[in-house]
């Protein structure tokens, strides 16, 4: 049986649906190019139907509401937003094919593009876009940055029991298993730092406006929740950025735990 996550929500299945709304937006056919250099692609079934503005709108609404930004666009279409037109400009291009390529792009997009910039009109957006281009543009245009594990962990609040008290000991032993899990999952690749992120708060990655409530780690003391026997795995509730650890007296063990949690856990709810 599944366990219902608490009542409060302060933003997580919204961070989460918005996350997902940008890798939907990301990956469909109004997009083409390499995954994170992406320029707009005429499909004529978006267009008939709006879903530019659409697309526009909702980049808009997860930027201002605590979403990930898209950080998938091409530089050209960056500079197309910022200024209406491409930089450099069509005529600072000297090969003629190559010119003549990008006029044909340019023109092909001119409709979906003027509906995607609509779209982003929304809750001023665009208009902050092009007032200050150089803060956006790490937000629309892909730059390698990834999560470290100090970064994540200093992203945490550790919510420790008070000294001298034996769930004080309980905790500290796995604030270190916390820690040496984080060493390790930076070790094993950048995407299994964001799945971690991703299950404490259902953003994979820090939103531009942050954490509202700054993220917890509790941890799960006997006695103290409504379990027939001592939790095995981490417990996750996104909707207050909260990760509460089982007390293992193993680092083997938590990381197995918290391995198999990561792993078969998907959407909302208590894991």
Known sequence: M????EGIDLGGPRREY????????????????????????????AL??????????????SLVHGGPPPTVLSPTIFSLLVKG??????????????????RKVVHRVQGPFQRFCEGMKTLGVLDAVRKHPDSFKPLFCYEEHLLS????????????????????????????????????????????????????????????????????????????DDFASTPLFPIAS?????????LHVSYEVFKDKFDFALGNTYGFGRS
């Open 85 to 102: 037109s491409a930089n450099p400009a069509l005529e600072e291009i000297a090969d003629p094919e190559l010119l003549n390529k990008v």
């Open 48 to 61: 008939r139907e709006d879903r530019y503005y659409l697309a526009g709108r909702a980049i808009a609404v």
């Open 238 to 246: 996104t909707c207050v950025n909260c990760i509460r650890l089982p």
């Open 149 to 224: 594990a100090d970064q994540m962990d200093n992203l945490f609040i550790i919510q420790l029991s008070p000294e001298g008290s034996n769930k004080r000991t309980a905790g500290e032993r796995v604030v270190t298993y916390w820690r040496d899990y984080l060493q390790d999952a930076e070790e094993e690749g950048p995407t299994k730092v964001q799945k971690i992120l991703a299950f404490a708060t259902g953003a994979s990655v820090v939103p531009p406006i942050g954490f509202s409530p700054t993220p917890s780690v509790k941890f799960i003391h006997n006695g103290e």
């Open 18 to 45: 918005l996350r997902l709304l940008m890798e939907t937006i990301a990956g469909s056919p109004m997009f083409e190019g390499k995954e994170n250099c992406k320029s707009l692609a005429l499909d004529s079934t």
């Open 2 to 5: 599944g366990r219902q996550e």
